[in-house]
């Protein structure tokens, strides 16, 4: 490879694309209903990052790369580290202050962030990008950085190697693209409907396709040679008709795709990124009348600070809203936030991403940190600032990365029993290993008293729609069975208070797709004057399919759906169905207690969504009464 420098030109409908794509990308992670599909954002920005990579470092000519790996692989370090780094260290530093309870996993993720490696670390660690109870992880939102990272310190190698095999760059286009149709079925076979899909999701190897398709764009549709002179009048209204087609796919997906789909994962993302690629080759075109409205100042304003903003988004949100809001916003608390994002963005951009993109780090450390104490009083107030709070925060961050800060209260899940089974093969629960360990006699007498002060509870009269109040005990159905995740751990004692011969089968974590295999076990209870409460969709989304399944091994009792009030983004998708199930079935009945919760965060445990005992009593009280009605 040759010294040369980078050479490409500026395209400001790029930047509105970027700006799009980023938007879509904050308006999904907030939860807005019309946004469901913005996730897709980030696809945009992977075939993005393919061309514009690709088209720096291609040869007008011949098979001799443009830049030289040394060269290349700086310019991107000044691009992308110091912003993330800075990011990183300021989060870490502000939930140690105010956060404590997230340090247990927040340590392992700024570790693998900094490396950039996130990406794996969230599939080996179980972390779903559509899930994980309490407060998220605010760095998660960097596994599309790693993916990125990873993919230029080996893309301009194989560009390397491919150019001096293959020769001609027609031809390597085809293997490039044979490569993303690889990457895009590995996605497929992988991906299994129902369950969580974050393992297709953050895989480098099941997302390549997207950063390889921008890739073949660069060979097939070289930026350095595109030109007005050579398009017919024919084929400029085409060029213009097939990139307002594009826009358009573009903005439907955002509105009507979600992650819930499987033809996403079996396809979809790979057309979404061939329409992705369409629209950019469009836009790149001198001739692009899309290319010069994208190119509208407020759009390239957005899309020159995207990165910024992809950057500070995720943690602005996660750390400044409380749990009950997570999938639920508040829009005056999501007006302040989007502005301290922007401010953030851009004093990113001014201040860090900029100065070291043209002096580099030398020259940027020189100007802006200075320790010389001979020239602190000629120095200006910014640049003391500076020179104060990074040795400061790096201090602080290294503090609570080897562990010396002591952490606040864990995840209340791992506290939690893992299964628990009542009046069925197992009477008794499964403790997870945390949780393995004799009782003292202070706790057992604690539990001892709990259970004696819900066996004594009045029953004081009640209106039907009273759920504080406790119904009068009485059991009509000749058998009951309760299946459900943790929730049902939580309310199993106060059930099976109520109803002494109640078979109830709980475990955490619980999707429908394994309660599905779990029914055959409980087929005597599908009898007539039976009654089957299923308490799930906590953990997230299942497929029609599966939900007729379970259903349908019950069709001669009556059930009881229970619906969810999850601070995620897939409650509303979940209550949806669970209602659309009950409306079609007579002796199907839904427990609403998603509108019992909604304005009760006091019910819920610190994570938003294990209960307190105030939520235990309202949620066994809502069955009772239902039970008790259509009897």
Known sequence: ???????????????????LAVL???????????????????????????YLIT???????????????????????????????????????????FHKELLHTLRGDALSSIFYSSNWWFIFHKLSYFDSFGSPSPLKNLWSLAIEEQFYLIWPLLLMIGLYIVQKQSQLAKVVFLGAICS???????????????????????????LLIGCWLALVWPMKRLSSQKLSTKHVKKLNSMSFIALTIFLVSIVYVDEYQSFLYRGGMFLFCLNAAILIACVCHPVSILGKILAWKPLCWIGSRSYGIYLWHYPVMVLGTPIHEIGNPSYWRVAWQIVLIIMIAELSYRFIEMPIRKEGFKDYYRKYLVFNKNKWESISLSRKISTVMVPLFLLVFFTGMTGVVGEGQESTSSSYPTTIKINGDEPTANLNEHDKQPETDEATTSKEKEVEDVQQTETP??????VHAVPEKKEFYSGILAIGDSLMIDIAPTLHTIYPTITIDGKIGRQVSQAVKLAPNYASFNQPNNAVILQLGTNGYFTNDQMDTLLNAFSNADIYLVNTRVPRSWEAKVNEALLQK?????????????????????????????????????????IQQSLQKQN
């Not at 490879?1 to 700006?19: E, F, Q, T």
């Not at 060269?71 to 140690?96: D, N």
């Not at 497929?188 to 974050?198: E, K, N, R, V």
């Open 55 to 97: 088209s720096t470092i291609l040869p007008l000519k011949g098979n001799q790369l443009t830049v030289s790996l040394k060269t290349f692989w700086i310019g991107r370090f000044r691009r992308l580290l110091p912003a993330a780094y800075v990011m990183i260290v300021s989060s870490f530093v502000w939930t140690m202050l």
């Open 24 to 50: 879509a990308v904050i308006a999904y992670h907030f939860n807005f209903s019309w946004a469901r599909g913005g996730f897709l954002g980030v696809d945009i920005f992977f075939v993005l990052s393919g």
């Open 1 to 19: 490879m040759s010294g040369k420098s980078l050479n490409h030109r500026y395209i400001p409908g790029l930047d509105g694309i970027r700006a």
């Open 461 to 466: 009269k009640q209106d039907e729609n009273d």
């Open 184 to 210: 895009a079925l590995v996605m497929a076979i992988l991906y299994q409907p129902g369950a969580d899909p974050s393992r297709v999701y953050y895989g480098t190897d099941t997302r390549c396709f997207e």
């Open 582 to 622: 009950a409306q079609e079935h007579e002796h199907i009945t839904l427990i609403d207690w998603h509108a019992a919760a909604l304005n009760h965060p006091e019910y819920f445990a610190p994570d938003g969504v294990h209960l307190e005992k105030k939520g235990v009593e309202v949620l066994t009280n809502l």
